[in-house]
């Protein structure tokens, strides 16, 4: 018997949260809290990610190029930005959905992330 915090460390460590975001993105531009419902809604497992990553990263593809932030916009709540994937950042999703994964106990988990985009 697996405990809950073991077995989704587990499933999700073959997961990169920056290339599913991407992949997310690569759908349509979204804010951050829109990602965060999708990544949990799809890949969560019973883990939702948390929005201080969830940021953090949209910080790090914006910095490296691989998403871009839009204009502040207001909405409920506090202002929101709409994060865009760019051609490096669908560069970088193509990549990754073309090279074979290796295998490992979930692979399941990173082949479904994958297939979300064919």
């Known amino acids: 018997m697996y405990l809950p915090r073991v077995y989704s460390q587990c499933i999700l460590s073959g997961m990169s949260v920056p290339l599913t975001m ?8 979204s804010h ?7 990544y949990d809604n799809w890949f969560g497992r019973g ?12 910080s790090r593809l ?11 916009e207001p ?9 865009a994937i760019t ?8 990549r990754w959905l073309s090279e074979p994964a ?8 990173v082949l479904f992330a994958r297939s979300c985009w064919r």
């Open 32 to 38: 951050g809290y829109d990602l965060k419902r999708d």
């Open 22 to 29: 991407l992949g997310l993105l690569e759908r349509e531009p």
């Open 87 to 94: 051609e490096a950042g669908i560069a970088d999703v193509e």
């Open 62 to 72: 914006a910095r490296d190029g691989k998403a871009i932030a839009g204009p502040t």
């Open 47 to 58: 883990k939702p990610l948390p929005y201080g990553q969830v940021y953090a990263t949209l």
């Open 102 to 109: 290796p295998p490992e106990p979930h692979l399941q988990t």
């Open 75 to 83: 909405g409920e709540g506090p202002d929101r930005k709409r994060y």
